[in-house]
């Protein structure tokens, strides 16, 4: 059985990872010197200066919980547009990886097949009129 989920980047998320990753200080510009704490209104800038680079990059983050149907991801989604800015929301289906080939990708520690997410395509039926 599939799990599915969201991934992509939300000005949320990002915010989040920029406030974890954002220094409290700033260099001195001497050498020797210790580095300078900065103030609130310099750290909220760096802050909002680092979402910026984070909203503008390639890196996504898992934004839902697992579902075990692909349409709960794409209603996640789907409401994940509506309520503010992201970026590149796909749905993913955790299974087993291949390679090239379609032959199973094997972990060679443990030699059992890698399990990873995967776009999530679904399959083309047809319509019956």
């Given at each position: 059985?599939?799990?599915?989920?969201?991934?992509?980047?939300?000005?949320?998320?990002?915010?989040?990872?920029?406030?974890?990753?954002?220094?409290?200080?700033?260099?001195?510009?001497?050498?020797?010197?210790?580095?300078?704490?900065?103030?609130?209104?310099?750290?909220?800038?760096?802050?909002?200066?680092?979402?910026?680079?984070?909203?503008?990059?390639?890196?996504?983050?898992?934004?839902?919980?697992a579902?075990?149907a692909?349409?709960?991801?794409?209603?996640?989604?789907?409401?994940?547009?509506?309520?503010?800015?992201?970026?590149?929301?796909?749905?993913?289906?955790?299974?087993?990886?291949?390679?090239?080939?379609?032959?199973?990708?094997?972990?060679?520690?443990?030699?059992?097949?890698?399990?990873?997410?995967?776009?999530?395509?679904?399959?083309?039926?047809?319509?019956?009129a």
């Open positions: 059985m599939s799990t599915f989920a969201v991934f992509g980047m939300t000005a949320d998320v990002a915010l989040a990872e920029a406030r974890k990753i954002t220094k409290t200080t700033r260099p001195s510009g001497k050498a020797g010197c210790p580095p300078l704490e900065m103030t609130i209104t310099e750290w909220n800038e760096a802050v909002d200066k680092q979402v910026d680079k984070i909203m503008r990059g390639k890196k996504m983050r898992q934004l839902s919980p579902f075990d692909p349409q709960f991801a794409e209603q996640f989604a789907e409401l994940a547009r509506k309520t503010g800015n992201c970026r590149d929301l796909r749905v993913r289906a955790k299974c087993t990886l291949t390679d090239a080939e379609g032959q199973p990708i094997i972990n060679k520690k443990t030699k059992a097949p890698r399990v990873g997410w995967v776009d999530y395509q679904p399959e083309m039926t047809p319509k019956v």
